[in-house]
């Protein structure tokens, strides 16, 4: 442990809670240099939706390591960027009617956020981009300035502008779009003219809130009817997280952009794109670059893992299937611990459950994590335990988690009830 507390930055995050040195790590599974087993209901904070060191990804990206593959090619042609740019037209985009093309940026997703926002202001000519009350999209300037989580924009040192912020769905019981479509109406508002609007329909690191089909719809149409752009940013939401392979899916909408990162990548690589309608593909060449968008290892397992594991609805019965196991533990933990828990959150295999204040929920963690598990919270107060599992977890290993999980908050209760006495 010294040498991470002598030389490493001060802003590393997750360690402080889990302060352990891991050394191997296999579908859901991590395990410490002295051999201690931690269940990890964390997963790269979505980025490894298909498991640590998924066996049939781990295949593919040896085979081509074996063979010489090409490694990093900027954005220059290669073989494997032409199989995962055919599996993603073959088995995501033509199955549900969408026709994008396919940027690579730089391989992080606030990279891919702010190719989206540059794009968006070019093609339209205007400069706001209206984002959402809890919105989280990354912490270079321009994503940081969309996302509204203070801790993130304190870092900022400089003013964040460009952005009009709206409440999302349910926040403080304000109905943002009819706000939002009055201002719209109205020359005096001073509201300006929107480029876009830039959200996650279920927010991630704000406490996963969830945005309706009929909330979605609206929005939808009153972008169309205002010509103006609507990108989903489903960085943490996508790649089957929700239960669809896109987590706007069920709501029938049909975004100007969408960007993925995380698990896009299949296996953990680092990986970003942004799906943009053909028409708004208006990017001179080298406009917006970044020297690691041919991460050629990134495209090989992100075409296996769309191979192996979209090509029929498997997967996606398999995912609907655990968020329900998932959703009746945090159903039954609402009714054995009132005094703990205010209400669920989430959908698919991107659940939650809310507490009555931080206290609890970084009482629960710790003592999930003294019991063997990988966990975090989120929302403005990271007052929300998230369950956040790999997707490829299987029915008893994900009930020895929730297993944890309910040990926990039984054990918090126990300390809340004594005090009380």
Known sequence: MDIFKKQESNVRFYANNFPVVFSSAKGCWLKTKNGASYIDFLAGAGSLNYGHNNSILKKALIDYINSDGVAHSLDMLTEAKAAFLT??????LVPRELDYKVQFTGPTGTNAVEAAMKLARKVTGHTNIVTFTNGFHGCTYGALAASGNQHHRGGSGIPLTGISRLPFEGYAGIDGLALFKTMLNDNSSGLDKPAAVLLETLQGEGG??????????HLS???KDND?????????AGCGRTGTFFSFEPSSIKP????????IGGYGLPMAVVLLKPELDEWSPGEHNGTFRGNNHAFVTATKAIENYWSNDEFAKHIIERGQQVRTVIERALQRFPSLFIRAKGR????GIECHGNDFASAIVRNCFEKGMIIETAGPKDEVIKFFCPLTISESELEQGLHIFEYSAECVSQVLTRKAS
């Open 208 to 217: 996963l809130n969830v945005a309706s089909n009929k909330w979605l719809q």
């Open 256 to 263: 100007d952009m969408v960007i993925l990162s995380k698990s």
């Open 348 to 351: 698919g295999m991107m659940q």
């Open 221 to 223: 149409k009153i972008c």
């Open 228 to 236: 103006i752009l609507m990108i989903v940013d489903d960085i943490q």
């Open 87 to 92: 599996a993603l037209r073959n088995h995501i």
